[in-house]
């Protein structure tokens, strides 16, 4: 059977993408697009917080997952078109899609997504080749994205004209090495170093977390495994979610030297609104940080060790206690979350 009949209206699909609204934001894009039946398509385009590294999602009608509700060609060709343009105006040196392992179709679309993208940009595929990324610092810190993602697939693409550049040699330890800080905050590293600070990763930043004596331990600190969730966020994140601040120098000096003297702090911790909804298995409203505690904390740990993800406590309002954060709830909060200015932040955010 021939399909030469399918081919015109298929590339007038494709030539035909959506009418897009772009809303700037200082960690990135959002680009919005109405749909045949009334569906509302975003588009976000975030920054992550170390090398030139923009992840790339979008969710329909407020969903994050593949819905299969039609008018698929058309909603592609404008994500592809979007994603385009994103390109011109930025000229990213990597581009990252992820998506949870247990969500096939997701994963076989951004797949897709990046097919086109190889053919018709300036981009290539390193997804299963980071060893083969040129700087050090990027290579480490995608490597260590990963590694703190086990359970979502990373897809990554790299600007063309880096590849010919020869693969820098790493001169730290080895990846894997349980000290080796592992994110890319040269000017913290080079602190460290000079001061002769021990190194931190993921696991020993524990240590500097004293819930009982710590500076700023507030007693529900003590019992967060009665009123919340213990969970780990980078520095990075936590700033995001909670209201910006301007730091006071001398505090942050000060607490600065404290942490380097071998101090310890209380856990910094978030406030969040659960909507009504989901203690009845409905989704489709999204949680809110409503207040947060350790932004100084975070920035000095930030400054010392870089962004390694930090022991954080999440209490809730309404007299929400940990016996009501069922696994659908915990899994639906790690999704995504308006942050205190409003702004929506996709995850996964914490582990």
């Known amino acids: 059977m021939r399909y030469s009949h399918l081919v015109k209206p298929l ?10 609204q772009w809303q700037k934001y200082s960690d990135g894009y959002n680009v919005y697009f109405e749909v045949a039946n009334g569906d509302t398509v975003m588009i976000q385009f ?26 698929e060609f058309r909603i592609f060709a404008t994500v592809i078109h979007a994603i385009k343009e994103f390109i011109q105006k930025v000229n990213p040196t990597y581009i990252a899609f992820i998506s949870n392992k247990g969500e096939g179709s997701r994963s076989k679309l951004y797949q897709k997504i990046m097919q086109r993208l190889l053919s018709s940009t300036s981009f290539v595929n390193m997804t299963n080749k980071l060893d083969k990324i040129p700087d050090t610092i990027t290579r480490n810190w995608l490597k260590n994205k990963i590694d703190m993602y086990q ?28 000290n080796i800080l592992r994110v890319g905050n040269l000017r913290a590293q080079e602190s460290v170093r000079s ?44 700033l995001k979610l909670s209201l910006p601040l301007e730091p006071e120098s001398e505090y942050l000096t000060k607490l600065i030297q404290y942490l380097k003297n071998g101090g310890q702090i209380g856990s910094p911790f978030l406030e969040i609104q659960l909507p009504d ?75």
């Open 11 to 20: 590339n007038e699909v494709f030539d035909q993408p959506y009418p897009t």
């Open 46 to 71: 975030e920054e992550w917080r170390g090398p030139d590294v923009w992840l790339v999602a979008f969710k329909r009608g407020g969903s994050w997952l593949q819905t299969n509700t039609g008018d």
């Open 151 to 178: 359970e979502y697939d990373i897809f990554v693409l790299m600007r063309s004209d880096l590849a010919s550049k020869p693969v820098e040699k790493d001169n730290t330890r080895s990846y894997n090495s349980p």
């Open 195 to 238: 001061q002769g600070n021990q190194q931190l990763d993921e696991n020993g930043v524990d240590n500097i977390i004293n819930n009982v004596r710590g500076a700023g331990a507030v007693p529900n600190n003590q019992d967060v495994d009665y009123f919340g969730m213990r969970v780990k966020v980078k520095p990075s994140v936590f």
């Open 277 to 351: 909804a989901w203690f009845e298995g409905k989704f489709e409203e999204l949680p809110r940080v409503k207040g947060h505690e350790g932004r100084h904390r975070m920035m000095a740990i930030q400054e010392i060790w870089g962004d390694i993800p930090v022991e954080t406590h999440l209490f809730f309002r309404g007299g929400v206690r940990a016996r009501n954060l069922t696994p659908d709830i915990q899994r639906a909060l790690n999704e995504e979350i308006i942050s205190e200015s409003g702004r929506a932040v996709m995850g996964p955010w914490f582990r």
